[in-house]
């Protein structure tokens, strides 16, 4: 059973800038093909591979993700570093 660690400590938030809709769009593609499900709309919870987290986007531009839960074998860095490669990958740096 893999055991995961509520956030009590908290991982920041990781913001996101200029997040048209098409980068927005191919993020939470990108968190489905890695096993991370994801509410639909602009705000609500992904949640897979051990990982729950909060999202929010604006619509527009600005994208806040807030991590509840981790694996306890992963840190903070790890999951907010795989989450900006996605954004990388999706803005096409």
Do not use: H
């Amino acid at each position: 059973m893999d055991e995961r660690k509520i956030d009590t400590e908290g991982c920041q938030g990781i913001k996101f800038r200029n997040v048209t809709p098409a980068v927005f769009s191919c993020m939470k593609k990108k968190l489905q093909a890695y096993g991370i499900e994801t509410s639909p709309g602009n705000s609500g919870v992904f949640e897979g591979n051990g990982i729950v987290a909060d999202f929010s986007w604006d619509g527009e531009a600005n994208l806040v993700i807030e991590i509840r839960e981790r694996p306890l074998t992963t840190y903070c860095g790890q999951v907010s570093g795989k989450l900006k490669a996605f954004m990388r990958e999706c803005q096409g740096f």
